[in-house]
């Protein structure tokens, strides 16, 4: 068989697919956002959140207020337009024809906007946590400039005011391309709060509905997941990842699963442990321990005496 002949009927063979198979072809007149913008944006947001650090000429001898005012203005025209994109492309969308979606992006990118000041704010204390976690840090601009952990910080946050306004595609092409760079893994659906700090990163896992409190320190393979996820889309929007609450440090490879699972404040999981049950405030929790527990399918660390 000739090449022509070979690629006229592996061409035909595929062309039947597309006509057969509507996910392939994708939705008839309309673009999903595009990828490298969205990288290009969070390009756009490091050097706004942290300036001088990422080869930005732009404002060597420049009025801080003029520099912050064209950033934004390229910032809100990028963001506004592959939110257009994403909601008018998305299943629920009724508003492809008459501008609305423009519209209601544009809505989105200003209170997008006006949660950058707090933003900047979180990840500077982001900056302090990494710091003064880390005896190796020898200062925080080395914790800015090189650290995987605050990279995948920093993506959560921005892709997390997105996820909460309910912009599709765009906060989980921002979460996977960081977990490209570094190998850790932030859902944006899940909360963080003020002072987090991830150590070393690669292996992280954090899932949608995981909650975490302030000055929460984890160390690399950590996972905070679903027990099961056999039920596929059935569990949507239902309370599947772990609670852990202030002051908790989870040490490598422990994984700690489920929607119930509550770790209390001011406790310590040591490295390579397997939680299913909440483990009470100021517990050291050690799969080192001697007594533990059984379950079907699963073995549970003993948690040892309150701290």
Known sequence: MSDFEIIRQVG???ACHYKNNELLRGREGRRLPDRSVIINLLKEL?????????LDSEMIGRDPDEYTEDRLYNIRRLISEQIALAISYGEDCNCRDDGKCVEKAKEIAGEFLAQLPRIQMLLLKDVDAGYDGDPAAQDKESVIFSYPGLYAIFVYRIAHELYTRNVPFIPRIMTEYAHSRTGIDINSGATIGEYFFIDHGTGVVIGETTEIGDHVKLYQGV?????STRKGQ??????RHPTIEDNVTIYANST???GETVIGHDSVISGNTFIITS???GTKA???????RLMPQYEVPYYGDNI
């Open 223 to 227: 996972t905070l997941g679903a027990l």
């Open 279 to 281: 483990v009470p405030a």
């Open 234 to 239: 059935a569990l949507r929007g239902t309370k």
């Open 12 to 14: 035909a063979q595929i």
């Open 286 to 292: 050690s799969s080192d321990l001697p007594a533990v």
């Open 46 to 54: 490091r050097k706004l959140m942290f300036p001088g650090y990422f």
């Open 256 to 258: 700690i699963l489920g």
